[in-house]
């Protein structure tokens, strides 16, 4: 029997849960601090990408409220 997945991209919605996750493993063993590191940076990526997101979204606004 062969068995395939679907692949879909990573929401912040799993990375919050897998973070969750990561924490209970730390805790129960320091072996998985590299994940949990991992999974922080991930997070950290994601906010900076929506920072920058509305970062461009506010200059453009400034553009069109100046012309």
Request: charged share 25%; proline share 4%.
């Amino acid at each position: 029997m062969k068995h395939t997945s679907v692949s879909r991209p990573v929401t912040l919605e799993d990375l919050q849960a897998m973070h969750r996750m990561a924490a209970a493993l730390v805790i129960a063993d320091p072996v998985y601090i590299p994940i949990f590191e991992r999974i922080e940076r991930e997070l950290a990526a994601h906010a900076s990408k929506q920072d920058s997101v509305a970062r461009a979204r506010a200059i453009l606004a400034g553009q069109k409220a100046s012309a």
